[in-house]
T-cell receptor, first 113, second 111 residues
Framework: KAGVTQTPRYLIKTRGQQVTLSCSPI?????VSWYQQTPGQGLQFLFE???????NKGNFPGRFSGRQFSNSRSEMNVSTLELGDSALYLC????????????FGPGTRLTVL | EDQVTQSPEALRLQEGESSSLNCSYT??????LFWYRQDPGKGPEFLFT???AGEEKEKERLKATLTKKESFLHITAPKPEDSATYLC????????????FGRGTSLIVHP
């Protein structure tokens, strides 16, 4: 069974631009979570989607948004990029919201110049 | 608030030198505790899920154990390819079910 895939793997943007990242979960998984990982803060939860509905949201500004499609694929968008948004953005999928294990994708490395 | 503390932050071992990584947690009620391995620039790779005190799971040179307050990841006779950051996360019963992650232990195994 194929794992979680994320595209693109690398992105370079400038301040003020916006970016869209994509995540395809493991087949059959309906829950998709997004995390931001930086050396200073570690893994921080952004939001979680289940059946096209945002079920949980972390403590991030409104510039960070996401959505989930009927095939469970998910996208996250960051508008008005700031230098501090440079990070590894990770997507994780699980079968259900309350299931035991999340499986992570390889991540998208975003660099904001 | 759920808290996860991993120690040590960094660990250097010689090949074959066994050791343990610690994950201490505070959670209202534990639903599950997870261990992941993360290589630089890659996503975390799932290793184990533990559900109740006394539970143990093994995979190759790794063995994870769980008590009511902490979990240990024992590494027996490590090899250089075991070098990675090991992350621990806890999932609380009820609430959002979103795991809380520790900051990780960076392990380097020298040949």
């Amino acid at each position: 069974k194929a794992g979680v895939t994320q595209t693109p793997r690398y992105l370079i943007k400038t301040r003020g631009q916006q970016v869209t990242l994509s995540c395809s979960p493991i087949s059959g998984h309906r829950s998709v979570s997004w995390y931001q990982q930086t050396p200073g803060q570690g893994l921080q939860f952004l939001f979680e989607y289940f059946s096209e509905t945002q079920r949980n949201k972390g403590n991030f500004p409104g510039r960070f948004s996401g959505r989930q499609f009927s095939n469970s694929r998910s996208e996250m968008n960051v508008s008005t990029l700031e230098l501090g948004d440079s990070a590894l953005y990770l997507c994780a999928s699980s079968f259900r919201t309350d299931t035991d294990t999340q499986y992570f994708g390889p991540g998208t490395r975003l660099t904001v110049l | 608030e759920d808290q996860v503390t991993q120690s040590p932050e960094a660990l250097r071992l010689q090949e074959g030198e066994s050791s343990s990584l610690n994950c201490s947690y505070t959670v209202s009620g534990l639903r599950g505790l997870f261990w992941y391995r993360q290589d630089p620039g890659k996503g975390p790779e799932f290793l184990f899920t533990l559900y109740s005190a006394g539970e143990e799971k093994e995979k190759e040179r790794l063995k994870a154990t769980l008590t009511k307050k902490e979990s240990f990841l024992h590494i027996t006779a490590p090899k250089p390819e075991d070098s990675a950051t090991y992350l621990c996360a806890v999932q609380a019963q009820g609430g959002s079910y979103i795991p809380t992650f520790g900051r990780g232990t960076s392990l380097i195994v020298h040949p």
